[in-house]
């Protein structure tokens, strides 16, 4: 409280001697995380010194955090030390967490002007589905990705299939994956047909097929999941049969952060990975390679992913109004399109799509545009209260299917009876 | 009055240490036990006493039973290979064989490189495909590739081995330091007595090495339970928590899941298991080591 009554007692002083706040400038703390390969920390550091460069009365101290699950440690437990940072990217599913510990504050309080209101208004909707909850907005979407198909044309051509035709559906990317898998002399599997990472998070590709699969797995009051539901075994059933059944993906656990590698490497011909990869196999696929929505099922679907602005509660009125400004500079089509070009996460809004930058290049290159058109079919990511103790339970019970140690339907009803037990405080 | 002031000296000779010690060992521990009887605090919400209720708890979550078991296969797998090797290696490079400075770097540089840097080489040799295990595999045996950390039932030895190779290294210095502190006249008596090398070993070397196999053997057991870095990086304790230890878990259900209070009662286990693990030892080893 004292040191709440000193600040208001500066501000006090600083507006009454208009001189002394230009001079003083605020200071921001702001941690971010980089969960792909390519220049995302260098690019995120390069804006920022712009900003502050551009802009004298405030300095921000930009703080590489490490993953994502690290950047949300690394603020909860600055939180309860009582030294949060003013800003931070964390992922969009953390916003129920985030709100249960009590230390971010929603943007409506800062959203004033009309001006403001039409900026909020610009984002995608699929974006906003995990960035609003109880009619208030806690989260600006910035680093946001959803997975996306992309295939080795080579190895297409290669296996008498048509190149630039990846498969529509389920049943197309057994019967493609079939022909793509390649065995050499003693019989062993060169190439498999596709290769569906499951380390780490399998939740979030799960989601692309249970979504395409036309279920749910949590409401957006984000306290009820429906893990169980048949159609939710079904896919995970198929997501199994890939590699057991129809032997066109590697058995087990198929780790997240090698899969580009194994792609650039031709061990695989397809792989679902984020479009957060984009500009890494741009840069990295030695042959030919295309990007396509996600196969469909009864429906198109991907989940969105990827991480929000938040700013946070205990951050001085100043440092509030600073950190906003610095969101709104950042998320304008201008910078927003050179941080997906840098990274190839899908800009937020549909007018950084009509930038010159932007389109330059998206003519030169047509991939980037795919992440995009997935968007009408994109869903919220999977987030609940206590999102990272639901979604351990739910990536375990998909983890003991894959590895053959339970069935799809035993696995998934044990992960629902544990997180009905988990959440039963929240409704 | 001498008598007094000598006391004071005392006192402020060993409060630094005292400070720190307090501060950092053990009011952190009475704190865990205590919070282990408390809910988790959350927001707005004051951690409230509950009694045994996260005792409970724990003694229903299927996961702690399976990390506790994870625990010991990985304790079995990694002390006695870990020490056996140790001696071997200091045995070995205390002879007079060439390139004995080398052997003793090589040795030991596991110990001084980072965990966490070594566990990113050690999931390039496991990568299925074209990891190098998977290279030398199908390159010299025609082998197809094989997925050590993506399935149950080999990711424990998978990160058994890299915790083997990390710690032997270490042991092997304190093996060697109390090689090379052994008398040489024990070794010229046993050669005139014409006693065979084995012999040797077995009732002149051993036993003087049985202190230092103590103090290394309570270090293993401790290192069995601490050395969890590299499962963060090679597979944060999947596939369904198959290579998950009790010390990640905890760390997950105080720093992910945010279960404070659930992890404190983790680490009271942890603790008590240490202790008696500990006690136990020295009771066990107490007749046969015989300190000079």
């Given amino acids: 409280m004292r040191m709440l009554s000193v600040r208001n007692a500066v501000a006090t002083s600083a507006l009454l001697f208009g001189v002394a706040t230009s001079a003083a400038a605020v200071d921001l703390e702001f941690y971010f995380p980089v969960a792909v390969g390519g220049k995302a920390a260098d690019t995120i550091q390069a804006l920022t010194d712009e900003y502050v460069a551009a802009n004298s009365d405030v300095n921000i101290d930009a ?24 800003l931070s990217v964390i992922l969009s599913v953390d916003m129920f967490t ?60 290669e296996a008498g299939l048509d190149p630039e035709a990846p498969p529509a ?31 780490g998070f399998p939740y979030w590709l799960f989601q692309g097929l249970t979504t395409q699969n036309d279920v749910t797995l949590a409401n957006s009051d984000g306290n009820q999941t429906y ?9 995970l059933q198929y997501l199994v049969d890939l590699s057991q059944k129809h032997e066109v993906m590697a058995p087990g656990i198929i780790e997240w952060g090698a899969t580009p590698k194994a792609f650039f490497e031709g061990q695989t011909a397809m792989m679902w990975t984020s479009t957060g990869n984009l500009t890494n196999v741009r840069a990295n696929a030695p042959f030919d390679f295309g990007v396509g929505l996600l196969p469909a099922n009864k429906r198109r679907g991907a989940p969105t992913g990827g991480g929000n602005f938040y700013i946070f509660e205990e951050a001085s009125d100043e440092q509030k109004a600073a950190a906003f400004e610095f969101v709104k500079w950042i998320t304008e089509p201008e910078q927003s399109a050179k941080w997906t070009i840098a990274t190839g996460y899908v800009a937020p809004r549909a007018d950084t799509w009509e930038t010159d930058t932007m389109k330059a290049y998206t003519t030169d290159f047509p991939p980037a545009l795919v992440a995009r058109d ?32 339970k069935s799809a339907e035993e696995a998934l009803a044990e992960a629902q009876k544990k997180a009905d037990a988990i959440l039963k405080d929240y409704r | 009055m001498m008598h007094r002031r000598e006391w004071v000296y005392g006192w402020l000779f060993l409060s630094p240490a005292l400070v720190f010690l307090f501060a950092f060992t053990h009011y952190p521990a009475v704190k865990t036990v205590i919070s282990s009887f408390y ?44 020490i056996g090797l140790a001696l071997l290696m200091a045995l070995w490079v205390n002879s007079h064989l060439r390139g004995r400075t080398l052997s003793r770097v090589a040795f030991f540089a596991p110990t001084v490189l980072p965990l966490i840097a070594v566990a990113n080489i050690w ?29 149950p039932d080999s990711v424990l030895a998978a990160v058994i081995v890299v915790a083997i190779w990390k710690e032997a290294g270490f042991f092997m210095i304190f093996y060697l330091a109390a090689l090379q502190s052994i008398p040489p006249v024990l070794r010229e008596a046993a050669d005139i007595e014409g006693a065979s090398r084995g012999y040797y070993l077995r009732r002149v070397l051993l036993p003087l090495l049985m202190p230092t196999t103590l103090f290394v053997s309570v270090n293993a057991v401790i290192n069995s339970f601490r050395l969890v870095d590299h499962i963060f990086v090679m597979t944060e304790g999947g596939p369904d928590n198959a290579s998950s230890l009790l010390l990640y878990y905890i760390y997950e259900t105080a720093f992910q899941y945010w279960q404070t209070g659930y992890a404190a009662t983790l680490t009271v286990v942890m603790l008590v298991l240490l202790s008696i693990l500990a006690i136990g030892q020295f009771f066990l080893f107490d007749r046969k080591v015989h300190y000079q």
């Fill in chain 1, 63 to 86: 703080v590489y955090a490490g993953s994502y699950k690290d950047t949300v440690t690394k603020a909860l437990t600055a939180a309860r030390g009582g030294k949060p940072p003013q």
């Fill in chain 1, 98 to 157: 985030l709100i249960d510990e009590g230390i971010i504050m929603p943007f409506d309080e800062l959203i004033k002007t009309d001006e403001d209101k039409a900026w909020l208004a610009s984002f995608y909707p699929a974006f906003m589905e995990n960035s609003q909850t109880g009619g208030k907005t806690y989260g600006i979407p910035f680093q946001r990705s959803t997975p996306v198909l992309y295939w080795n044309k080579e190895a297409f051509a």
């Fill in chain 1, 169 to 199: 559906n389920w049943q197309e990317t057994i019967e493609m994956g079939k022909k793509l898998v390649k065995k050499d002399d003693s019989g062993n599997v060169s190439r498999w047909g596709v290769r569906i990472p499951s380390s």
């Fill in chain 1, 227 to 235: 893990f169980d539901d048949p159609k939710v075994v079904e896919a």
């Fill in chain 1, 374 to 405: 997935q968007l009408e079919f994109a869903v919220a990511e999977l987030s609940t209260y206590e999102n990272q103790r639901v979604t351990a339970v739910f990536n375990d019970a998909l983890a003991a299917a894959i590895t053959g140690a």
């Fill in chain 2, 39 to 82: 809910s988790t605090p959350r927001g707005k919400r004051e951690a409230k006493f509950i009694g045994l209720e996260n005792y409970q708890t724990m003694l229903s979550d299927d996961v702690f039973w399976k990390v506790l078991g994870n625990n010991f296969w990985f304790a079995v797998g990694t002390i006695p290979i870990s």
């Fill in chain 2, 123 to 151: 999931m390039f040799f496991y990568t299925p495909g074209f990891g190098l295990i998977d290279q030398l595999r199908s390159g010299l045996f025609g082998l197809p590739a094989i997925n050590l950390l993506g399935n």
